[in-house]
């Protein structure tokens, strides 16, 4: 149904040379390519994917996290880019400590600001480089971080 | 002169002011009446949607989307769905998908008369809101007669639909298309040529093709820019590149130009609504995934496989494999993506809303720099923001 609406394998492999040993997985769901990467070099393959010729990943679609509280790294990052001149997606992930500081794709793309945001205001992710980060759609005295999986429902 | 002092003064606009369409807060710091800063203050309206899929079954979460963009419930139920459809990898018959393009392009126009309304109201243009909102109000009816609720709609089911469309529906919606042109056409000609529309929105909140891109906005706003993307033509769902129609574009990115391009696409859904109501095929509504699809209800009382399915499906929920899935829509505000996790329980593990309206209002800050405090009302219009969706 949505195959030949993600990136075929080229952006992976691309990022693979690029940065030997960055790719830690590479996954292909229902047609949809998701890389997991180091995330020690998480911005330089951002901007990589967002600069590289045959990549030109140059829109932000989605930024996101995910909580697997038993997992080593319990914060998964989660990025959807996509590119206006291939019209394909691409996922990439990153995984991090609890209380780890991520950093801030701001400079990369703008339009991270308020996604970033989000993200503090539902995990409590601290985004380094970040020109504004504080809570977006909670109040700002509010205690404790929803999304994140130990947070009840009800209290 | 000398020893004259620039003072700025702070002025809070919301969260409860009409012109900021629901609870949408803006502190503008101001040089006389013109913007030199401004900080949106949003959440006002969070109700924790993201939070509340992680405790609810794939399918009950559906009746928290008609809540995210109130204005085009029907199209956020099916963004979801197909969302969920993508991780089951079902498909659904010709005439359920038929019908799901029929109730998208419904809910834009809709969602489109609502914003023509009060953007003209907001400016001083009141007639319009009326012709307008006459037009909803058939909507509603219609939306009613197919799934019992004019708001709330959740007439979309994983796998198909709640229930087939009653009879004598498709010519309602054919009244509807014939009825509201005319009305799309009277506006225009109230407003595109108007001196004093033009003079409030031409050149007001000028947003760049390169800033719409950096800046992540989708819908409207990025057309107005220039950019010619549309998620019905650029990642086809539904089947709509089987259907004929055009992507409006602006080429300045002013007010003005956010105005034409929502103009023309509410024709352009008339266009599409006009295909689709000369083809909806006859056959069955629901997939045929019986551990997916609840039965007919007779078969429920007669069979004792489909009572079983019945049960297992509304108690324990339908499971999913393990995996990821992203899906987008072109929702009348830009680019509705769900994005869900499964773990292969009977609840998303993860379910992030990528809300449209949400990232184009974060252009707001940077728009409304340099123009003046009446400009401010013109330009949240033209970004079209709905609380519902923002603050989810």
Redesign the interface.
């Known amino acids: 149904?949505?195959r030949g609406?993600w990136d075929n394998g080229e952006a992976a492999a691309r990022v693979g040379r690029e940065f030997p040993g960055a790719v830690l997985s590479q996954s292909d769901?229902?047609g949809?390519a998701?890389i997991q990467v180091d995330p020690q070099n998480l911005l330089e393959i951002l901007a990589f994917l967002r600069d590289d010729t045959a990549c030109r990943f140059?829109?932000?679609?989605?930024l996101?996290a995910?909580?697997w509280p038993r997992a080593e790294k319990p914060i998964d990052i989660?990025y959807?880019l996509y590119s206006?001149s291939r019209?394909v997606?691409f996922?990439v992930k990153a995984s991090f400590a609890d209380g780890a500081p991520v950093p801030s794709a701001v400079e990369i793309?703008?339009?991270?600001?308020?996604?970033e945001r989000e993200c503090f205001d539902?995990f409590g992710i601290i985004f380094e480089g970040h020109p504004d980060l504080r809570?977006?759609?909670?109040?700002d005295g509010f205690e404790g971080w929803?999304?994140r999986k130990e947070?009840p429902?009800k209290s | 002169m000398t020893g004259e002092t620039h003072e700025t003064i702070t002025l809070n606009m919301g969260p409860q002011h009409p012109a900021t369409h629901g609870v949408l807060r803006l502190v503008l710091e101001l040089d006389a009446e013109v913007v030199r800063s401004c900080k949106a203050d949003?959440?006002y309206l969070?109700r924790?949607f993201?939070?509340?899929a992680e405790?609810k079954t794939w399918q009950q979460f559906v009746t928290w989307t008609d809540r995210m963009d109130y204005l085009a419930p029907i199209s956020n139920n099916i963004g979801y769905i197909l969302a969920v459809e993508?991780?089951l990898?079902i498909?659904v018959p010709p005439r359920c998908r038929e019908l799901r393009v029929i109730l998208c392009e419904l809910a834009r126009v809709s969602a489109h008369l609502l914003w023509l309304g009060t953007h003209a109201l907001d400016l001083g243009a009141a007639t319009v809101f009326f012709y307008t909102f006459q037009q909803r109000e058939i909507l509603y009816d219609i939306y009613e007669k197919l799934t019992g609720a004019r708001l709330t709609t959740s007439g979309v089911r994983i796998g198909g639909m709640a229930r087939d469309i009653p009879e004598g529906w498709l010519d309602d919606v054919s009244a509807f298309v014939r009825g509201v042109a005319p009305v799309i056409e009277e506006s225009d000609k109230l407003l595109t040529r108007n001196r004093i529309w033009r003079n409030r929105t031409e050149n007001i909140g000028i947003l760049s093709a390169e800033d719409a891109?950096?800046?992540?906005?989708t819908g409207p706003p990025l057309r107005a820019s220039g950019?010619e993307?549309d998620l019905r033509k650029?990642?086809p769902y539904l089947g709509y590149e089987t259907y004929d129609f055009e992507i409006p574009c602006g080429t300045v990115g002013d007010v003005y130009d956010r105005y034409l391009v929502r103009m023309e696409e509410m024709r352009q859904s008339l266009r599409i609504l006009r295909q689709a109501l000369a083809r909806v095929p006859d056959g069955p509504i629901n997939a045929d995934a019986p551990k997916i699809v609840l039965p007919p209800k007779e078969k429920v009382l007669t069979s004792m496989e489909d009572l079983i399915h019945h049960f297992i499906i509304l108690t324990e929920g339908i499971r999913p494999p393990h995996?990821?899935?992203?899906?987008?829509i072109e929702a009348p505000k830009g680019?509705l993506?769900f994005?869900l996790?499964s773990d292969g329980g009977p609840s998303a593990?993860?379910c992030?809303i990528?809300p449209g309206a949400?990232?184009n209002l974060?252009l707001i800050e940077k728009l409304v720099l340099g123009h003046m405090v009446s400009d401010v009302i013109s330009i949240i219009g033209s970004l079209d923001p709905v609380m519902g969706e923002v603050?989810?």
């Open positions: 149904m949505t609406l769901f229902r949809e998701t140059d829109f932000l679609t989605d996101t995910v909580h989660v959807h206006f019209g997606r996922r793309w703008p339009g991270a600001n308020w996604m539902m809570r977006i759609l909670l109040p929803p999304l947070f429902l | 949003i959440g969070h924790g993201e939070k509340i405790n993508k991780l990898d498909q891109v950096a800046f992540s906005a950019i993307w650029a990642q995996g990821e899935v992203y899906h987008a680019e993506g994005y996790v593990y993860r992030r990528r949400m990232i974060q603050d989810r």
